[in-house]
T-cell receptor
Framework: KQEVTQIPAALSVPEGENLVLNCSFT??????LQWFRQDPGKGLTSLLL?????REQTSGRLNASLDKSSGRSTLYIAASQPGDSATYLC??????????FGPGTRLSVLP | EAQVTQNPRYLITVTGKKLTVTCSQN?????MSWYRQDPGLGLRQIYY???????DKGDVPEGYKVSRKEKRNFPLILESPSPNQTSLYFC??????????????FGEGSRLTVL
């Protein structure tokens, strides 16, 4: 059964720093990997979707990479801003199974 | 605008009073799913549906029912709500595109309190 972990569980950084969030998974047979952002009490907003054949995707200040062989994905946020404060989750639909979510990383960017 | 719409967004009810949370998507997605989110437990899947008339249990289906009579709608039914079903509920949808599950889109969430 696919298991997804995210490190760190929480992160606090000063504004302007570049940072990396990690997502690890146990089964490399996956269709894709998706990164979400969730503000407190709100829904999940899709940030990036990486297909299994791709190695990375970029959107603005965000860059996500995928290494299936090592079971890892990283989300890189450049020049962080207070508005980036949220919980970031990764999700994976493994072959023949349903979406599995990581527990999330709670990010605080301090002005 | 492409979206997943849930109603109600907020609901306070009492134990045993049947309720339905509606979910509708306008993207012609085959896949739809319900999750609940609780502090410290993350997102847990309740039920999902791969297409019309096809539903299956997720990780925490007890106390819930679903139906998928139309492609766009996937209501969540609590026949006899109990306080342990107090939670934040999310509906999501995704295109299957004839094969791998694609991008997952979420509704805004429904906060349910059962007294």
């Amino acid at each position: 059964k696919q298991e997804v972990t995210q490190i760190p569980a929480a992160l606090s950084v000063p504004e302007g720093e570049n940072l990396v969030l990690n997502c690890s998974f146990t089964d490399s047979a996956i269709y894709n990997l998706q990164w979400f952002r969730q503000d407190p009490g709100k829904g999940l907003t899709s940030l990036l979707l990486i297909q299994s054949s791709q190695r990375e995707q970029t959107s603005g200040r965000l860059n996500a990479s995928l290494d299936k062989s090592s079971g890892r994905s990283t989300l890189y946020i450049a020049a962080s801003q207070p508005g980036d404060s949220a919980t970031y989750l990764c999700a994976i639909p493994p072959y023949g199974q349903n979406f599995v979510f990581g527990p999330g990383t709670r990010l605080s960017v301090l002005p | 605008e492409a979206q997943v719409t849930q109603n109600p967004r907020y609901l306070i009810t009492v134990t045993g009073k049947k309720l339905t949370v509606t979910c509708s998507q306008n993207m012609n997605h085959e896949y739809m799913s319900w999750y609940r989110q609780d502090p410290g437990l993350g997102l847990r899947q309740i039920y999902y549906s791969m297409n019309v008339e096809v539903t299956d249990k997720g990780d925490v289906p007890e106390g819930y029912k679903v139906s998928r009579k139309e492609k766009r709608n996937f209501p969540l039914i609590l026949e006899s709500p109990s306080p342990n079903q107090t939670s934040l509920y999310f509906c999501a949808s995704s295109p299957l595109a004839g094969g791998p599950i694609g991008e997952l889109f979420f509704g805004e969430g429904s906060r349910l309190t059962v007294l």
